[in-house]
């Protein structure tokens, strides 16, 4: 129970306040792709989106600008809600790619997040373990 306190307090630290304010920024333009494509400013008009695609936007556009929110705010909701956003979004596109993705060019998108949350995850792990 004392590490999850202390993972949730990450932000308390120098480094990993930048960092998030970062991650929170990258965010806040992740939420904005997300809905530009619903919007039918996107790459791929709207109505080349099958339903699940349009549903996983809506969510990701959502949780993207809460966690934009709280990671900027350094709050540990935020933290929570950018692992749960990172994680979620590995499992979608890396489990069931053909859920979202038709082309070999959404694939190839779809493994510029995977390499994304990844990258982001292990630098929040590594700031994390320096602030010890």
């Known amino acids: 129970m004392n590490k999850l306190k202390a993972l949730?307090?990450?932000?308390?630290?120098?480094w990993m306040g930048i960092y998030l304010r970062l991650l929170g920024v990258t965010y806040l333009a992740l939420s904005g792709l997300h809905f530009a494509n619903l919007l039918g400013y996107g790459q791929i008009p709207l109505e080349d989106l099958t339903g699940e695609a349009?549903?996983?936007?809506?969510?990701?556009?959502?949780?993207?600008?809460?966690?934009?929110?709280?990671?900027?705010?350094r709050r540990s909701w935020g933290i929570i809600l950018f692992f749960i956003t990172a994680f979620s979004q590995?499992?979608?596109?890396?489990?069931?790619?053909?859920?979202?993705?038709?082309?070999?060019?959404?694939?190839?998108a779809l493994q510029g997040i995977i390499n994304y949350h990844i990258s982001t995850l292990a630098i929040f792990i590594i700031i994390r373990m320096q602030g010890r």
């Open 8 to 14: 949730l307090r990450a932000g308390e630290t120098p």
């Open 54 to 73: 349009k549903t996983a936007s809506l969510i990701y556009a959502q949780l993207f600008a809460f966690s934009a929110v709280g990671l900027w705010m």
């Open 90 to 108: 590995l499992a979608l596109y890396a489990g069931f790619p053909e859920l979202v993705a038709t082309t070999d060019e959404q694939l190839q």
